[in-house]
């Protein structure tokens, strides 16, 4: 069992940066692939970003390509996402998520654990 907590979110202007973290309890979050997804009122959850268990894989959607890093420190359970060059339309809740298994995945249902979500408004 796999407990997540995002934290991070705020209100920033166009062009800004955020660094958004999750924090994972359980002796073996280094064994599970993480993902962050979003979600903006009245749209679907849409995927961000994922990284393998061993940090060697990672893929991004091409909305945020170039912009965003995916990253994990095994040692410490955490994982970060790194958002530059905000835009008004990246502005939605953000989630990490957590499955058992190897291989990366962008949909979501394929995930076992979530966080609670944690708010980024990007001004204009």
């Known amino acids: 069992q796999v407990q997540l907590v995002d934290t991070g979110g705020g209100l920033v202007q166009a062009g800004g940066s955020l660094r958004l973290s999750c924090a994972a309890s359980g002796r073996t979050f280094s064994t599970y692939t993480v993902g962050w997804f979003r979600q903006a009122p009245g749209k679907e959850r849409e995927f961000v970003a994922t990284?393998?268990?061993?940090?060697?894989?990672?893929a991004y959607a091409d909305s945020v390509k170039g912009r965003f890093t995916i990253s994990r420190d095994n040692a410490k359970t955490f994982v970060f996402l790194q958002m530059n060059s905000l835009r008004p339309e990246d502005t939605a809740v953000y989630y990490c998520a957590a499955r058992a298994g190897v291989s990366t995945s962008n949909n979501y249902r394929n995930y076992d654990y979530w966080g609670q979500g944690t708010q980024v408004t990007v001004s204009s």
């Open positions: 990284i393998s268990r061993s940090s060697g894989t990672t």
